[in-house]
T-cell receptor, first 115, second 114 residues
Framework: AQSVSQHNHHVILSEAASLELGCNYS??????LFWYVQYPGQHLQLLLK??????LVKGIKGFEAEFIKSKFSFNLRKPSVQWSDTAEYFC?????????????FGGGTRVLVKP | EAEVAQSPRYKITEKSQAVAFWCDPI?????LYWYRQILGQGPELLVQ????????DSQLPKDRFSAERLKGVDSTLKIQPAELGDSAMYLC????????????FGPGTRLTVT
């Protein structure tokens, strides 16, 4: 069974600081990788996704993520955060070999950006 | 922009009572998912539909949970009887197909069982 680990449960940083959130997955086959974000009071929305090709993926709002296959990692980064990036971030994986489109989520990282 | 609709947004019920949640996916989306998100954790898939058929319900506690999508459009998730441990956010998502496609999430129903 696949699993996803997000190492930091809470991150607090100041505006303009750089952000990096770790995500590691456990699965031996080929995977698709996602980062979802949930802003306060809003529903989950897709930040970025990796299916194949360039392992450095750019998403919305200045976020990017790098897939490192040898490390089973898909870390999320943003060079300079804003107060509006305060949210909870979820890494998710699904298997290309398995039927359906089931997403396995990590436990989430709550990010608080201080103005 | 089309959205996944869910109702109610909040539900408080006593244990041993029955409770039901409703989801209306984005128009044209054939695949519908119900996830449960316990506080402090990521969402976990309960059941997946492709049109009106169940594709995956391996994590659905079938002794008390049931889900249906009779006409392949909207869906209902039911719990009977509710238990204290069922307190969670219940999320509905939809995607165009069950192949690799972005899943669009609704706002969720927050259930509190007392």
């Amino acid at each position: 069974a696949q699993s996803v680990s997000q190492h930091n449960h809470h991150v607090i940083l100041s505006e303009a600081a750089s952000l990096e959130l770790g995500c590691n997955y456990s699965y031996g086959g080929t995977v698709n990788l996602f980062w979802y974000v949930q802003y306060p009071g809003q529903h989950l929305q897709l930040l970025l996704k990796y299916f194949s090709g360039d392992p450095l993926v750019k998403g919305i709002k200045g976020f990017e993520a790098e897939f490192i296959k040898s490390k089973f990692s898909f870390n999320l980064r943003k060079p300079s955060v804003q107060w509006s990036d305060t949210a909870e971030y979820f890494c998710a994986v699904n298997s290309r070999e398995a039927a359906g489109n089931k997403l396995t989520f990590g436990g989430g990282t709550r990010v608080l950006v201080k103005p | 922009e089309a959205e996944v609709a869910q109702s109610p947004r909040y539900k408080i019920t006593e244990k041993s009572q029955a409770v039901a949640f409703w989801c209306d996916p984005i128009s044209g989306h054939a695949t519908l998912y119900w996830y449960r998100q316990i506080l402090g954790q990521g969402p976990e898939l309960l059941v997946q539909f492709q049109d009106e058929s169940v594709v995956d319900d391996s994590q659905l506690p079938k002794d008390r949970f049931s889900a249906e999508r009779l006409k392949g459009v909207d869906s209902t998730l039911k719990i009977q009887p509710a238990e204290l441990g069922d307190s969670a956010m219940y999320l509905c998502a939809s995607s165009l197909m069950s192949s690799v496609n972005e899943q669009y999430f609704g706002p969720g129903t927050r259930l509190t069982v007392t």
